[in-house]
C-alpha cells in the first residue's frame, strides 16, 4: 500500500519540482528595477552633473586659497650696426616666484562656497528624481510587458477555441442541423481571432523593446506581478508626506538658498578687497653666454586694498539679476509645491479608479462565463444560434483581456502614488543593490586637494572605483 502511494505521489513531487525552479528562475519586479538602477544612462547622467557641481565646491574653496606662481624670461639682444660693432650681445634671464592671497572680500568668497554647497545639494535632489523616473518606467515596462505576454496567451487560447467552433459548425452543417451562414460566421470570428493573435504579437514585441530601454536588457521569464506596495492610508497622508519629503520640492529649496545667497554676494561686489603679494626674482644680464657673474637677487610683498568706484552700472545690474533670479526660485518653489500637490491627488484617483476597474472587470469575467455556458448549452438544444455562441465567447475574452489590463494599471497607479509622495527610491523599496552614495566623491574633492597630497591620493582612488580615471 505505501509502495503504491509513493509511485502514484511521483508525477506530482515531479511536477512541484519543475514549478520550483520555474519560480526560482523567474525574473521578478524586483530584480527588473535593480536593473534599471544598474543599467540606466540617464542616472549616470545626473551623477555626472552632481560631480561637476562637487567641483563648484572645490573650486569655491580654492579662491580662500593663496595662490602660487612663476614667471620666467629669457632675452638676447643682438646689435646689428656697424657703429655699435664693438658692443657685445647681451643676454638677460630673470626668474619670478609670488604668490598671492585675497585677505578679506566682504564674505563674497565664504558665502560662494555657502552657495555652491547649497547647489550640490539641489543637484542631489535632482538626481534623486531622476532615480524615482527610472524605477517608475521600469514598473510600467514590466507591467505592460506582462498585460502583453497575457493578451497573447488570452487571443491564442481564443484561436484554439474557434478553430473548434469551425470544426464543429462544419460537422453539424454536414449533417444539416446548420447552414451555411453559421458556418461562415464561425469562420469569419475565427480569421478576426486570427489577426487580434497577430496584433497581439506584435504589441508584445513593442511592450519587450520599451522594456530593454527601460531596464536595460531583454526580458528572460516574468514573474507575475507581486503584491502591492504600502503606501498611505489617505490621501491627506500621502499629500503630507510628498510635500514634506519629495525630491522635487527639495530641489527648489535649496536652489532658493542658493539664489538668496547669490544675492547678498553681489551686494558685497562694491565692498573693497584687501589682498596680499609677496615674491622672490632672480635676474641675470650678461653680455657674454659664457660668463656667470653679473646676477641679482631680489624680493618683496606689499598689501594691496583696491575696490571699484564706477564699473559702467555693471555691478548695480548684477545686483538687481540676482535679485530677479532670487524672485524668479522663490515663485518656482511654490509653483513645484502646488505641482507635486496636484500630482499627488490625480495618481490617488488613478489608483482608485483602478482598483475599482479590476474589481469590476471580476465580476465581468463572473457574469461573461455564466452567460457564455449557458448560451453554448442552449445552441445544442437548438435554442441559440452559432453566432449567438461566438457572441458570447467575444464578450468573456474581451472581459478577461479588460481584467488583464486593469490589474497592470493598478500596480501601475500604486507605483506612481509612491512617486508622488517621494517615495519611490532604492532606500525605500529597499532593493538589493549596492546604491550610489553622492557623499563620496564630495567628501573627495570638496577641500580641493592638490594631486600629490593624501587627500588627492584619495580622489583617485575614487575616481577609479567609479571607473572615471
Not at 531583454?218 to 514573474?223: D, I, K, M, S, V
Not at 453566432?387 to 467575444?394: C, G
Amino acid at each position: 500500500m505505501t509502495d503504491r502511494v509513493s509511485r502514484r505521489s511521483r508525477p506530482l513531487v515531479a511536477a512541484l519540482a519543475i514549478f520550483a525552479c520555474h519560480s526560482a528562475t523567474a525574473e521578478t519586479l524586483t530584480d527588473a528595477l535593480v536593473s534599471a538602477y544598474n543599467n540606466s544612462h540617464l542616472l549616470e547622467q545626473n551623477r555626472a552633473v552632481l560631480r561637476a557641481a562637487d567641483e563648484d565646491v572645490a573650486q569655491a574653496v580654492a579662491a580662500l586659497r593663496p595662490t602660487l606662481e612663476y614667471r620666467a624670461i629669457g632675452d638676447y639682444e643682438h646689435l646689428d650696426d656697424p657703429k655699435f660693432s664693438q658692443v657685445p650681445d647681451a643676454y638677460t634671464t630673470s626668474l619670478e616666484l609670488f604668490s598671492q592671497l585675497a585677505i578679506w572680500t566682504g564674505g563674497r568668497n565664504r558665502m560662494a562656497v555657502s552657495a555652491q554647497k547649497e547647489a550640490v545639494l539641489a543637484a542631489r535632489e535632482g538626481l534623486l528624481a531622476q532615480e524615482q523616473q527610472v524605477l517608475f518606467d521600469a514598473v510600467t515596462a514590466y507591467m505592460n510587458l506582462i498585460a502583453a505576454r497575457e493578451t497573447v496567451d488570452l487571443q491564442q487560447n481564443s484561436v484554439r477555441v474557434l478553430q473548434e467552433e469551425v470544426r464543429a459548425a462544419r460537422d453539424r452543417f454536414d449533417v444539416g442541423e446548420v447552414t451555411r451562414t453559421d458556418v461562415a460566421q464561425a469562420e469569419a470570428r475565427q480569421a478576426q481571432a486570427d489577426a487580434d493573435l497577430v496584433s497581439a504579437q506584435g504589441s508584445y514585441q513593442i511592450a519587450r523593446e520599451d522594456y530593454k530601454l527601460k531596464v536595460g536588457r531583454y526580458p528572460g521569464n516574468l514573474a507575475p506581478a507581486p503584491p502591492l506596495p504600502a503606501t498611505a492610508t489617505s490621501l491627506d497622508q500621502a499629500r503630507t508626506v510628498a510635500l514634506g519629503n519629495h525630491p522635487l520640492i527639495q530641489q527648489a529649496q535649496h536652489s532658493v538658498s542658493f539664489s538668496e545667497m547669490n544675492v547678498a554676494i553681489a551686494e558685497a561686489a562694491v565692498l573693497p578687497t584687501l589682498s596680499a603679494r609677496v615674491g622672490a626674482n632672480y635676474s641675470n644680464a650678461d653680455t657674454n653666454a659664457f660668463r656667470t657673474d653679473g646676477y641679482d637677487w631680489g624680493a618683496s610683498a606689499a598689501v594691496q586694498l583696491s575696490g571699484p568706484i564706477y564699473q559702467g552700472g555693471a555691478l548695480n545690474s548684477a545686483f538687481r539679476q540676482s535679485k530677479a533670479n532670487r524672485d524668479n526660485s522663490r515663485a518656482a518653489l511654490l509653483q513645484q509645491t502646488a505641482q507635486i500637490s496636484e500630482q499627488v491627488g490625480r495618481a490617488w484617483a488613478v489608483r482608485e479608479s483602478a482598483g475599482a476597474s479590476l474589481a469590476a472587470t471580476e465580476r465581468e469575467i463572473q457574469a461573461a462565463q455564466i452567460a457564455f455556458d449557458g448560451t453554448r448549452e442552449e445552441a445544442t438544444l437548438g435554442a441559440r444560434t452559432t453566432l449567438d455562441v461566438l457572441d458570447s465567447e467575444q464578450d468573456l475574452l474581451n472581459a478577461r483581456t479588460s481584467r488583464v489590463d486593469a490589474a497592470a494599471q493598478e500596480q501601475i497607479a500604486v507605483y506612481g502614488v509612491l512617486a508622488s509622495m517621494g517615495r519611490l527610491t532604492v532606500d525605500y523599496l529597499k532593493l538589493p543593490v549596492t546604491a550610489y552614495d553622492p557623499s563620496v566623491y564630495y567628501n573627495a574633492v570638496r577641500n580641493a586637494p592638490p594631486v600629490s597630497s593624501e587627500q588627492g591620493i584619495k580622489l583617485d582612488r575614487v575616481l577609479k572605483s567609479i571607473g572615471k580615471y
